[in-house]
């Protein structure tokens, strides 16, 4: 596993992207959690689009995951190093904490700084959540995200390898975790004890503020658990999604979202006000 990941093939990479949407996309269409109110297949069209400036970002950005990972890894800097850890237990660690760092606390952070909200709301836009949901990122979050990867592993020493396998994982459990499939309520239940299960996360899509500002996790949710951001809705059919200032239908298109964050609609300072009032 370690040679698999270490020296993985961008082509197995895309893979293990598209396969994950593709086989995704087919069980939303036997088992929806709901059905679609407009164009399942434009609506696809929209979030691929932010898929690929996503994947273009992060592949243009990857000397600096390269270079943190192997500078750690050679002067043996970092957290994970600080005592002899057998490699499992390094690997897992640093899985663990790659999707605390990485993942949670950034994603926790731009929902509390008005000015990083603006561009992670084009997320939260969406008012029907599915796989393809998983990457519809601004390009400029994108960024926020790679910054937050690189600083996780100059502060924690992560290989090369489990950076690959990190990425991996995320990329598989974040479209699950989106997945428009209707899963037995026990299982959601169960599985929300260990990792994201779809219900849990359609939670934080809701327009509701107080239910958008939890379950920010990706791959464990232990850590909303952890930091009281858990929140349970015992029926998540009757949630509305999206956000309530942009239920217009443009919003719903390319070039209306990638303006969002320079629109001067007053939504930071209304998220902010509502925010310091739920305090």
């Not at 890894?73 to 600080?82: E, H, V």
């Not at 909200?117 to 400029?140: G, M, S």
């Not at 990867?149 to 100059?154: D, G, Q, R, V």
């Amino acid at each position: 596993m370690v040679s698999f990941f270490e020296h993985i093939p961008s082509v197995y990479r895309t893979a293990i992207l598209v396969g994950g949407l593709l086989l995704l996309w087919i069980l939303e269409g036997m088992v929806p959690r709901f059905r679609f109110g407009g164009n399942r297949y434009k609506h696809a069209g929209t979030n691929l689009f932010f898929t690929l400036t996503t994947v273009i970002v992060n592949t243009g950005l990857a000397f600096l995951i390269v270079k943190a990972s192997q500078w750690t890894s050679t002067n043996r800097f970092g957290l994970l190093y600080l005592v002899q850890l057998p490699l499992w237990l390094h690997a897992v660690l640093a899985i663990m904490l790659l999707d605390f760092f990485a993942a949670w606390l950034i994603h926790w952070v731009q929902h509390k700084t008005a000015w990083m909200w603006q561009f992670h709301k084009i997320h939260h836009i969406d008012t029907e959540i599915d796989a393809t949901t998983a990457l519809r990122h601004h390009p400029v979050e994108s960024l926020f995200r790679i910054i937050a990867l690189f600083a996780s592993i100059l502060i924690l020493g992560v290989p090369f390898w489990m950076i690959m396998l990190y990425q991996s994982l995320s990329v598989v459990f974040s479209q699950f975790s989106h997945a428009n499939i209707h899963l037995p309520q026990w299982l959601d239940n169960a599985l929300s004890w260990i990792i994201v299960s779809p219900d849990m996360h359609k939670v934080h899509h809701s327009h509701y503020q107080p239910q958008t500002d939890a379950n920010y996790a990706n791959i464990f949710s232990i850590w909303d658990r952890i930091f009281g951001t858990f929140v349970k809705v015992p029926d998540t059919l009757s949630i509305r999604y999206g956000l309530d200032e942009y239920q217009d239908p443009r919003y719903q298109g390319i070039g209306p979202l990638l303006k969002v964050p320079w629109e001067t609609t007053g939504v930071a300072a209304e998220k902010v006000s509502s925010q310091h009032h739920n305090l």
